[in-house]
């Protein structure tokens, strides 16, 4: 698991191990669970190979996890992830687990706009 534990200390998250993110993941579930959803797992590496790190940062997103205050009606209405999850440069936000593919029970640390589910 020494990839897990480098990954979250990447995010700088405190989180069990078993969560289903890969290396250089970062979880966003700054809303997400209080509304009941599962977490995010935003694939970071994924997206570094095919885009310019100028493409998003900080055009769309602060280069730092839990800063940005994404919701899911911004995303439908085009700004963060929904730049490019509009239907043309990628697949349209309708397709609810590709994104909210985290396990629940996540913790997020408080700097990062979380907080431990009771
Ligand atoms: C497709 C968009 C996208 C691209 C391209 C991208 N990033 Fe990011 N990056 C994000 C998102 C989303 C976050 C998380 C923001 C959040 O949690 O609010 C992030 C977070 C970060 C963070 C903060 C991590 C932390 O633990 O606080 C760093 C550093 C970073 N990116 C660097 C880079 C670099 C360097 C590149 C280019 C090699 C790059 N990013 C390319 C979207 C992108
Ligand atoms: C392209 C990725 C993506 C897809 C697809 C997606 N979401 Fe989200 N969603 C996000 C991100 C990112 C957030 C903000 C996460 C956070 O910080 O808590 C979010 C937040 C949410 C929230 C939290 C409350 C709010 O108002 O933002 C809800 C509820 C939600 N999404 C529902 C859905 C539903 C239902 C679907 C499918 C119809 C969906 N999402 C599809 C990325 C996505
Ligand atoms: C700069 C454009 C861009 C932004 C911004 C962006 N994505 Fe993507 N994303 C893409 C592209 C392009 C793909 C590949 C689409 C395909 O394969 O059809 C993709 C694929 C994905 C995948 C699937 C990865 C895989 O393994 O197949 C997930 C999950 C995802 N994005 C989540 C997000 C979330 C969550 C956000 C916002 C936090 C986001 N993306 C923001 C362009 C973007």
């Known amino acids: 698991m020494a990839a897990a534990v480098g990954c979250f200390a990447l995010a700088g998250l405190a989180l069990p191990l078993d969560v ?4 250089g993941d ?3 579930n700054r809303e997400a669970e209080k509304a009941e959803m ?3 797992v935003f ?3 994924f997206h570094r190979i095919r885009f310019k790190c100028k493409v998003c940062h900080d055009d769309i997103f602060v280069m730092k996890a839990g800063a940005n205050e994404v ?3 911004k ?4 700004e963060f992830c929904g730049k490019c999850h ?3 440069i990628a697949w349209a936000p309708l397709y609810c687990d590709r994104c909210h593919s985290g396990k629940s029970q ?4 408080p700097s990062q706009g979380g907080g431990a589910l009771p």
Do not use: L, S
């Open 20 to 23: 289903g993110a890969e290396y």
């Open 106 to 109: 996540f913790t997020i640390a």
């Open 26 to 28: 970062i979880i966003m």
């Open 71 to 73: 919701t899911m009606i």
């Open 86 to 88: 509009n239907g043309r």
């Open 43 to 45: 694939p970071h590496w």
């Open 38 to 40: 599962p977490p995010v």
């Open 75 to 78: 995303i439908i209405k085009g």
